[in-house]
């Protein structure tokens, strides 16, 4: 008699995938389009730009998650885990996007040389996970969160340079689409719940609408087919700064894949061993590497479809799958993301100041299950690290007096808070014990849905 099939490897009815990946594809939607927003928008890009980044952020979002479903060679962890554009890359792009010289093909070298890090140090990182308990994690989001929050006021004021700032019309859209958001997740749960952020970009692009604040212009003339071409924007270019700011980003990246993974290996009942936690964080790697190529960016598990995989209660990796086949789907239709990139700043803002501020509430939240009691060192860790992490966004003229090269670095919040938090929790409290990182990673990845 042969062995029977574990529910992570049944394939479904094709209706029952399509139904199940498409809502997975709902729940994660909002938040892959948010980075190219937010990157085409301090990169100065034209629409047809903007709506070029979306699809290629999009196409990879779907490869990268049929790497991770479906496998192959030692690549992929193979369970329901949907792949997403990480927001503690932002950030960063931010940085090098805007500053002289620098720009999006620095972006895509920076990734390139991050994602293939990533894909050789996979194997090791379960030696290096000890340094990077919650402690640590939880300071690095919650930098991460605060530090992206000037992006979302920026956006409800009109967007930065805009020349009327802070008109009465730009807040009122982004205060309804917020409310709409706040409404959504109050009285409804599950399925509407999770795509509340997209309801409420709708809300706000129907409202916007009469108001004059919406111009379609371009979206007629897209094509309803397009093809990715990789390095769109020229060939990469590599600079240290901002490679080592990238690589800094990815150890975090790979920490919070671990606790998805882990997380997700609970909920549907599957052990993750060392050698599947290898293969899941290649493959971020090489999707990451397939980012820099095809005009993208690095990716990780996208934890509110953790969440979704629990509330459904559907644990086959082929629902994922499908979900990355639609999202590749997608990113082939330049109509559509022209109409995404129409959307006015005003209602990316109301959504932008909910999504940023629960990166920020993540970090809280990991932050707040730390014992501070017994470790009373824990809290010049948070302390430091986040002050530390944030004094770019508080002074950005902090660090001009230092080279050149190390610019980006020291622009990066991101950067110092990580080197900040690993560096003090490594001489006040050593390193924990791999294992009980995990334990801890699984934990957390399971509440923050």
Not at 380 to 397: D, E, H, K, Q, R
Request: with cysteine; aromatic share 10%.
């Amino acid at each position: 008699m042969s062995e029977a099939k574990h529910p992570v490897d049944e394939m479904l009815p094709a209706g029952k995938l399509l139904l199940y990946g498409l809502q997975h594809v709902l729940a994660m939607y909002a938040g892959a389009v948010a980075v190219p927003l937010i990157i085409a928008g301090v990169a100065h890009l034209s629409k047809q730009n903007t709506a070029f980044l979306i699809n290629a952020d999009l196409f990879t979002c779907g490869i990268a998650t049929l790497i991770q479903t479906i496998g192959f060679w030692k690549l992929g962890i193979r369970i329901p885990v949907i792949q997403g554009v990480t927001f503690a890359a932002v950030t960063p792009m931010i940085m090098i996007a805007s500053a002289k010289g620098l720009g999006m093909t620095t972006i895509y070298g920076s990734i390139i040389i991050a994602g293939i890090f990533t894909f050789f140090a996979a194997p090791f990182f379960s030696k290096l996970l000890r340094f990077f308990p919650p402690v640590v994690t939880g300071s690095v989001i919650t930098v991460i969160g605060i530090s992206l929050l000037p992006v979302g006021v920026d956006w409800a004021a009109g967007g930065t340079g805009v020349k009327n700032y802070g008109q009465l019309n730009f807040l009122f859209v982004a205060l309804v689409v917020l409310i709409a958001i706040l409404l959504f997740n109050k009285y409804f749960k599950g399925f509407v719940a999770n795509i509340a952020v997209l309801l409420g970009l709708a809300i706000g692009l129907i409202i916007a609408i009469p108001m004059g604040l919406v111009d379609f212009s371009g979206v007629a003339a897209a094509p309803w087919l397009g093809i990715d071409k990789p390095f769109f924007f020229g060939m990469p270019h590599f600079d240290l700064g901002s490679i080592i700011s990238f690589i800094l980003v990815m150890l975090v990246v790979m920490v919070e894949s671990t606790g998805d993974f882990l997380a997700i290996g609970e909920i549907v009942g599957k052990k993750i061993t060392e050698e599947d936690l290898a293969r899941g964080l290649r493959a971020d790697g090489l999707s990451t590497t397939l980012g820099g190529i095809l005009n993208a960016f690095p990716y990780t598990a996208f934890a509110q479809n953790v969440g979704l995989v629990g509330l459904t209660g559907v644990k086959s990796r082929w629902v994922v799958a499908t979900s990355g086949g639609i999202l590749v789907i997608m990113g082939l239709l330049p109509k559509l993301a022209t109409i995404i990139a129409s959307l006015p700043n005003a209602v990316l803002g109301g959504a932008g100041i909910a999504m940023f501020g629960i990166v920020a509430a993540s970090g809280i939240k990991t932050l707040s299950k730390v014992d501070y009691e017994k470790n009373p060192h824990n809290t010049f860790v948070v302390a430091i690290s986040v002050a530390v992490g944030l004094i770019p966004l508080v002074s950005p003229n902090f660090f001009n007096m230092l080279p050149g090269w190390s610019q980006t670095i020291v622009h990066s919040g991101i950067t110092l808070g990580s080197v900040t938090a690993i560096i003090l929790n490594a001489f006040f409290n050593g390193s924990e014990p791999a294992d009980k990182v995990r334990e801890d990673l699984a934990a957390m990845a399971g509440i923050d849905v």
